[in-house]
């Protein structure tokens, strides 16, 4: 099934639905990097003795892993606005394969730390073309549902990843959890071959298969496109709501089993639970992005973020039992689902005649927050939450703020 674009006059083109198939394989490949991120995780100390290293060459795995991802997004962005975004895609997805195997094979640290960087630069070609092919075939409320899908799963893989590590890490070994990354890279690849289609505007039919939005915004140099007001608020507010659930994703295990006491069992089914209401508002602000403004979604969904994550602020202020840190951290990143694919799409539809750009400096504002976002939530040490919830509370204040400043101008 082919999500290119109908071919219609550029005065009357319609933003163009997706298929099932599509929107299952774009959301495969936003899962792909974001999965392998996390997955082998429980499995670190295991690694330690069996490639000669420390911890901290354990943990420069992962870090190599986040330092590709973000650059890979201002690759292979730009790169699908001059080539198209198939060619781009598959050769990403395919040499992430490559990689992939390579981390599962390697037989020091050093070559693993090498493999994570290539595997994490190419595993981000799924993600920001993904994200500029549905710029390319949709917008508004069809861009919203769209994106909304996708993050469904692409959002919740760095949450699900580490409570399915911790269950097979044991029996299957750290390589053994890299393989299984690398077979979904395979799953990924041949969707992709099979399902997804050329969608970019210049290689479908040039101007005529192109919405008249794009057309007066090929006209604009594309430093003013990235930073004009609707573009560059959402993408902010986008991005520091991603930092407020990785924050929380870093500091879980200290949360939960330090301060809460709670067992490796109890912190699974919280973590799957929060896992749970990301996923069912992902879905819901999926269903309701076709008659609800999407304007109105994001900013419910930033709303209930910063009010839960106020509360938390007035749980550990008061001194309050940790354990009623529970129910406001679950609102905090279930409110997320309605923020995700919202705020994607109103950035990207501004920009839609650099679509793939967009998306790449989207994705390297995220995943750079992301890595700044982690050390922070540990430095007041194992006794206090309040690194966390002052990590969380100022990325909230500025993704409520950057999405209010990204209004468009009437």
């Known amino acids: 099934m082919s999500i ?21 394989t774009l959301a495969l490949l936003a899962a792909v990097a974001p999965f392998a991120t996390d997955l082998y995780l429980p499995a670190f100390p295991e690694m330690v003795p069996d490639l000669g290293t420390t911890n901290a060459g354990v943990q420069l795995s992962l870090t190599a892993f986040l330092v590709g991802a973000g650059l890979g997004q201002v690759l292979f962005g730009p790169l699908s606005d001059r080539f198209g975004r198939r060619v781009p895609l598959l050769a990403g997805v395919a040499l992430y394969v490559l990689a992939s195997a390579a981390a599962a094979l390697a037989p020091t640290v050093t070559l693993l730390v090498v493999a994570r960087l290539v595997q994490g630069l190419t595993g981000a070609a799924g993600m920001v073309i993904g994200r500029a092919m549905i710029a390319d075939v949709a917008t508004g409320q069809a861009a919203a549902r769209a994106l909304s899908i996708m993050m469904l799963v692409g959002g919740v893989a760095p949450v699900v990843a580490p409570v399915v590590g911790s269950v097979l890490a044991e029996p299957l070994g750290w390589r053994g959890l890299l393989w299984i990354v690398a077979a979904l890279g395979v799953v990924a690849l041949g969707f992709a071959l099979a399902v997804l289609r ?71 089914l919280l973590f799957g639970a929060n896992a749970l209401g990301l996923m069912v508002l992902s879905g819901v602000s999926a269903k309701l992005a076709g008659s609800v403004p999407v304007r109105r979604l994001a900013r419910t969904g930033l709303l209930l973020n910063a009010a839960a994550i106020a509360a938390m602020a007035v749980v550990v202020l008061s001194g309050a039992p940790v354990t009623w840190l529970i129910v406001p951290i679950f609102v905090a990143v279930a409110s997320l689902g309605l923020v995700f694919g919202t705020t994607t799409a109103l950035a990207l539809d501004a920009v839609r005649s650099s679509a793939g750009a967009g998306s790449a400096l989207l994705g390297l504002l995220q995943f750079g927050l992301a890595g700044a976002v982690a050390p922070l939530v540990s430095l007041g040490g194992e006794g206090t939450a309040l690194p966390l919830v002052l990590s969380m509370l100022v990325a909230t204040v500025v993704a409520n703020v950057a999405f209010s400043w990204g209004r468009p101008r009437d």
């Open 4 to 24: 290119a674009p109908a071919a219609a006059p550029a005065e009357t083109r319609q933003p163009t639905a997706l298929g099932a198939a599509a929107l299952f």
């Open 198 to 268: 050329e969608t970019h505007s210049r290689l479908v039919g040039g101007a005529a298969g192109a919405p008249a939005a794009a057309a007066g915004a090929a006209r604009v140099p594309l430093a003013k496109l990235l930073t004009g007001r609707v573009y560059a608020g959402n993408t902010v507010a986008f991005a520091f709501a991603f930092a407020t659930m990785m924050a929380y994703i870093s500091a879980s295990p200290f949360l939960y089993q330090e301060m809460m006491g709670f067992g490796t069992l109890a912190y699974g």
